[in-house]
């Protein structure tokens, strides 16, 4: 791999042997401008202080100090995490100008690796979506076809790696948003455990749902990027305080013996032929490495979906009431009152997906329905969660697929929002119980469009799923394609 295809792995030992970071980094800029009218992934280029940040691992390069893990490779960023002085949108028209005070854990950690932000990207609003088709601002694009969406809510960071503009990105899930982007644009996308990754700084959607993860072209640079971003936040309550492995030292070691639980329920009505078929070739793949497979149910992820959109809406609501146009963010022009300045700020400045939750949850949570909707989704969710670790306890790694579908086109979802939400179908159990999932890239539509595998394993162990996913990786090629711009 030559020029913007590399690897972050490629970029480190280019640099190693000589090569700038300065040079590195205006490459991928360069990639940025020439490719960002078709694919739309940046909401924020910021190209003097990317160029800053490369000289300086130059500089200290050549003066012989240490330099962090990521040094010199650019990193992209959804922009629902704080980044101090540069404006934090969350794709929302009602942060438009917000400019936070300070960093996320995770740009911190960032910084300290070394690693060069080149730009924030594009997300459904507030994370709300799985499409990108939700942002204020514009439509994201999915580079293997201009037509289609590159999945959501982190579709510009999925789509910023898959079309070379950045060899690593930062995304959030909170039902799916990082592993089913990941599959709609054939790259790696890994959410971990629950608590693994400081929230702090990242704008909340659903705060018992939401963790960081890192986008990818290959196992080894998701490897490389959750070492440099794990670990223990004070300033996290859900920061879970315990050693974070080497993920890069063991990655090449394969699993085994390998056991494989295939969920009977992620193989049924609503999967594609096409995806299905190369969801078992995937199976098949690890089976002739030596892997044994078995059968496996999760019987309660049928209400996977309605749990979480009674949890997500109900913390949402509870997350989004701080936006009411006094404290920061968007202010009406023209309002009578003080309620009448809540209602129009606000009104003006979310869209009509965040409404619509906002809705949902308030509801939920309301006087009469508390019980019947929101406390009962919990206990369904603790049903879940016992599914996994009763499935767990038969088998290694839960496989099946990403997404039900690859890429759909822009706007054929658009008006039919349960179609919309049944995208996150295979993904949404794993928030709910807070285990580590990752997509791995395993084929391609006859069409020319990326279809993911997932793994998924328990709390905590990322080094295993890292493992499993790399195996797969060793084994085939799909991790070395790229689309043409």
Same mark, same amino acid.
């Given at each position: ?9 490629? &970029? ?9 970071? *300065? ?24 190209? *003097? ?31 629902? &995490? ?42 459904? *609003? ?45 995304? %959030? ?139 997500? %809406? ?79 306890? %038969? ?9 039900? %579908? ?80």
């Amino acid at each position: 791999m030559t020029g913007v295809n590399r690897t972050a792995a490629d &970029l480190i030992a280019a640099q190693q042997a000589g090569e700038s970071a *300065e040079s590195i980094v205006t490459a991928f800029l360069d990639s940025i401008d020439s490719r960002e009218s078709k694919v739309r992934a940046f909401l924020s280029v910021d190209r *003097e202080s990317a160029l800053e940040q490369a000289r300086d691992v130059d500089t200290r390069r050549k003066s012989g100090k240490p330099l962090g893990l990521l040094a010199g490779v650019p990193v992209a960023i959804k922009d629902v &995490l704080c980044t101090r002085g540069q404006v934090t949108t969350c794709g929302s028209k009602i942060l438009e100008d917000f400019r936070p005070p300070y960093d996320a854990h995770v740009i911190s950690a960032l910084r300290g690796a070394d690693a060069v932000i080149v730009g924030k990207t594009n997300m459904d *609003e507030f994370a709300m979506g799985s499409s990108t088709e939700n942002s204020a601002y514009q439509v994201t694009r999915n580079p293997w076809d201009l037509d289609r969406i590159p999945g959501g809510s982190s579709g510009g960071s999925a789509a910023a790696v898959a079309a070379c503009q950045a060899p690593l990105s930062i995304g %959030t899930d909170t039902g799916g948003s990082i592993r089913q982007p990941a599959s709609l644009c054939g790259i790696v996308g890994l959410k971990p455990t629950y608590g693994r990754v400081s929230r702090y700084g990242l704008v909340a959607f659903a705060s018992s749902l939401d963790q960081i993860g890192p986008f990818s072209h290959d196992v080894t640079d998701s490897a490389l990027m959750l070492e440099a971003i794990a670990g223990h936040d004070p300033r996290d309550s859900t920061s879970v305080d315990r050693p974070v492995p080497k993920y890069s030292n063991s990655i090449n070691e394969p699993v085994g013996p390998l056991t494989i639980g295939l969920p009977r329920e992620y193989f049924g009505e609503g999967l594609d032929p096409e995806v299905e078929s190369a969801a078992r070739e995937a199976v098949r793949v690890y089976e002739k490495l030596g892997a044994k497979v078995v059968e496996v149910s999760l019987p309660h992820s049928r209400y996977a979906i309605a749990v979480y959109y009674l949890v997500a %809406t109900a913390e949402a609501s509870s997350n989004l009431a701080r936006f009411d146009g006094v404290h920061y963010g968007h202010r009406a022009k023209d309002f009578d009152g003080l309620i009448d300045l809540y209602e129009a700020s606000r009104g003006e400045g979310f869209g009509p997906e965040v409404r619509r939750r906002i809705m949902l949850g308030t509801f939920a949570l309301s006087s009469g329905y508390k019980d019947a909707y929101y406390l009962k989704a919990l206990k369904v969710r603790r049903l879940i969660k016992g599914d996994f670790d009763a499935a767990l306890r %038969t088998c290694d790694v839960i496989m099946g697929p990403t997404a039900p %579908t690859a890429a759909f086109r822009v706007g054929e979802k658009a008006d039919d929002p349960l179609a919309m939400y049944l995208s996150d179908i295979y993904t949404i159990s794993c928030n709910l119980a807070g285990f580590p999932g990752i997509s791995i890239p395993c084929g391609w539509t006859r069409g020319g469009l990326p279809i993911g595998l997932q793994i998924q394993a328990g709390p905590f162990e990322e080094e295993k799923l890292l493992r499993v996913a790399r195996m797969h990786e060793q084994a085939t090629d799909w991790h070395l394609r790229r689309p043409t711009l």
